[in-house]
């Protein structure tokens, strides 16, 4: 029903900023909501966070002012700006789309390194 591609990740240094793109394509009136998971290795996925149809923004407490969830509805995109980045976010990054009928999908994921 909807497909999510993330695209923006790689190896930065702590302090730096790598800023993650979504972009969905498929029933896009079918989306609730959207939002940025990370897993680490040998952790459980994470909610990073998250911004429903409506705008409202929702993040972790661990990345709460340090990243930004955004939208452009016109592009179909979601993106998730990260700054002060620390060693603790490096991760593989998620977008997931919320949908309508309980559906979720998944996007492939992306690699953030950030070197201490």
């Known amino acids: 029903q909807v497909q999510l591609v993330e695209s923006g990740g790689g190896l930065v240094q702590a302090g730096g900023s790598l800023r993650l793109s979504c972009a969905a394509s498929?029933?896009?009136?079918?989306?609730?909501?959207m939002g940025w998971y990370r897993q680490a290795p040998g952790k459980e996925r994470e909610l990073v966070a998250g911004?429903?149809?409506?705008?409202?923004?929702n993040y972790a407490n661990s990345v709460n002012g340090r990243f930004t969830i955004s939208r452009v509805n016109a592009e179909n995109t979601v993106y998730l700006q990260m700054n002060s980045l620390k060693s603790e976010d490096t991760a593989v990054y998620y977008c997931?789309?919320?949908?309508?009928?309980?559906?979720?999908?998944w996007g492939q994921g992306t690699q953030v390194t950030v070197s201490s």
């Open positions: 997931n789309a919320d949908l309508m009928l309980g559906i979720t999908s």
């Open positions: 911004i429903t149809r409506g705008g409202v923004t």
């Open positions: 498929g029933i896009i009136a079918m989306i609730k909501a």
